[in-house]
Structures are given as structure tokens and as C-alpha cells.
């Protein structure tokens, strides 16, 4: 695992995710980096510059998430493709930068880059990027996945609530914001959702 050697956490700050050897893309130029960290406060992409006969001098360029765009309520961090390759865009107050991750294939990528935009939209706004939501369904499998368990979600809940009598007062179930799964666990808790890895906080529903 990399680790951040020129960035100290500052107190308030932690990490949310982090995913290795990411790519940055700027003025039409792609960068291959080390690693790419949210935290509920930045950004941080790291990278080096390769020496030929000394030792790499690393790097870390710190995005803050206060200077993302945020128009209607809508973070301004969206899903696009570069010659194929999906990648993550971010539009600051001044810059815009765009990041590509290193998976397996083109269902992967979506997956990855739809959990970065629900997390930094949960940070910003407290909701879900309804972004992700949309890259989701252009997803093979998830929307099938969706069909599938669209009649289940009564009967898993009541078969949740018979046979163990009556559930604790903080256990709840749901559905998952990015496929509409069930899923189930304690309100307020973070969970992961089995079918899409949408990571998401449990809430009662409102009556």
C-alpha cells in the first residue's frame, strides 16, 4: 500500500476510500500515479517523478472538497468516456481535472468511479450522487439484478420480521439506492449493498 508521505491528516480528517495506481487526466495528457485518496475533507492524488540514477521524489496534490462545484443541490462530478476509457471528472470553482482507474474492465471501472461520486456527494450534500445512480444502470447485470429482486423486497421484509418476531428498534431494512436490492441492518449504519457495492447509509423510511 502506498502511503501519503508529504500529507498529514490534518485532526478533523479522515479517509473515506482510496484506490492504487490511478491515471490524471489534464489538457488533453494522461498521468499514471500511485494513488488516489478521499477524504472527508480532499483529494489527494498521488505520483512521482522517476529519476534515472536517484531515487523518485514523490508527490501529493491536494484537491479540497470545498472548491467542487455544487449547482441545485448537484455536486458538478460526473461520469464520461476518453477514448473508451471511463473516467471520473471533477469541475472545481477554478480547474478541472479528471481521473481514470486501473480495473479489470469497462463494468469495473463503472462500478469504482459511481462509489466515488455517491461517497463525495454524501460528503458535500448528504445524498447520493444521483450521477452514480444513472452510470449504474448502464451497467450489465445491475439492472437485470434490479429486475429480478423488484418483487422480493415485501417478503424479505416480512420473513426479516416473523421469524424473528419483531426486529430491535434500530434494525431496519431497505432498499439499495444504487440497484433497489434489499438490504438490512442498523439505521444510521454504513453499509454495502451485496449486488452493486453501492456504499450507503441506512435510514428509516418516512411515513
Not at 449504474?136 to 424479505?156: H, L, Q, S, W
Not at 438490504?183 to 441506512?202: E, H, M
Request: glycine content about 4%; overall charge neutral; charged content about 25%.
Amino acid at each position: 500500500m502506498v502511503e501519503m508521505s508529504n500529507y498529514a491528516l490534518r485532526r478533523d480528517e479522515s479517509i473515506i476510500m482510496r484506490h492504487e495506481n490511478p491515471s490524471r487526466i489534464a489538457d488533453e495528457k494522461s498521468q499514471h500515479g500511485m494513488e488516489l485518496i478521499l477524504t472527508n475533507k480532499n483529494i489527494i492524488y498521488s505520483w512521482e517523478t522517476r529519476k534515472l540514477f536517484s531515487k523518485s521524489i514523490p508527490h501529493q496534490d491536494v484537491y479540497p472538497l470545498s472548491r467542487i462545484k455544487i449547482i441545485n443541490g448537484h455536486i458538478q462530478a460526473k461520469y464520461s468516456e476518453r477514448s473508451n476509457q471511463p473516467q471520473l471528472d471533477l469541475f472545481f470553482t477554478d480547474s478541472s481535472v479528471s481521473f481514470a482507474f486501473s480495473l479489470i474492465d469497462e463494468k469495473a471501472c463503472k462500478k469504482e468511479i459511481a462509489k466515488w461520486l455517491d461517497s463525495i456527494s454524501q460528503e458535500l450534500t448528504g445524498q447520493p450522487s444521483q450521477e452514480a445512480a444513472a452510470v449504474r444502470k448502464t451497467i450489465p447485470g445491475v439492472e437485470m439484478v434490479a429486475n429480478i429482486i423488484k418483487g422480493t423486497f415485501d417478503t424479505f421484509k416480512h420473513t426479516f420480521v416473523d421469524e424473528g418476531s419483531s426486529p430491535t428498534a434500530s434494525q431496519i431494512t431497505g432498499r439499495c439506492i444504487g440497484c433497489r436490492a434489499p438490504i438490512s441492518g442498523a439505521a444510521g449504519q454504513r453499509v454495502r449493498c451485496t449486488y452493486c457495492d453501492t456504499d450507503q447509509t441506512l435510514q428509516r423510511e418516512r411515513m
